[in-house]
Nanobody, 123 residues
Framework: QVQLVESGGGLVQAGGSLRLSCAAS????????MGWFRQVPGKEREFVAT???????YYGNSVKGRFTISRVNSKSTVYLQMNSLKPEDTAVYYC?????????????????WGQGTQVTVSS
């Protein structure tokens, strides 16, 4: 059974930075594509970033140039570095994984999900 555990969320002022981590277990991590999504109450879960097994990365339009996704296979961990944070970045951030090595922005293509970590950006 795949388990994903996020950490690193919290409260930060606008313009600040946070780094989220997602530790994975239960699957060969290096060949799995991973993603980050976020959700605010009353809205659909939104794609943030994804990284494939090859290291290819893709970002949602609202975070391009501010967020960076990366992975350290030896630690079975994926990171989301968030810079220049805005109040509209406030959400619960979820780590997601899929068995395919191809990065994907589509929520339905992910089979494994973490419990989520809250990020709050104050103005």
């Amino acid at each position: 059974q795949v388990q994903l555990v996020e950490s690193g969320g919290g409260l930060v002022q606008a313009g600040g930075s946070l780094r989220l981590s997602c530790a994975a277990s239960g699957r060969t991590f290096s060949s799995a594509a991973m993603g980050w999504f976020r959700q605010v109450p009353g809205k659909e879960r939104e794609f943030v970033a994804t990284i494939g097994g090859s290291g290819a990365t893709y970002y949602g339009n609202s975070v391009k140039g501010r967020f960076t996704i990366s992975r350290v296979n030896s630690k079975s961990t994926v990171y989301l570095q968030m810079n220049s944070l805005k109040p509209e970045d406030t959400a619960v951030y979820y780590c997601a994984g899929r068995s395919s090595s191809y990065a994907s922005s589509l929520l339905d293509e992910y089979t494994d999900w973490g419990q989520g970590t809250q990020v709050t950006v104050s103005s």
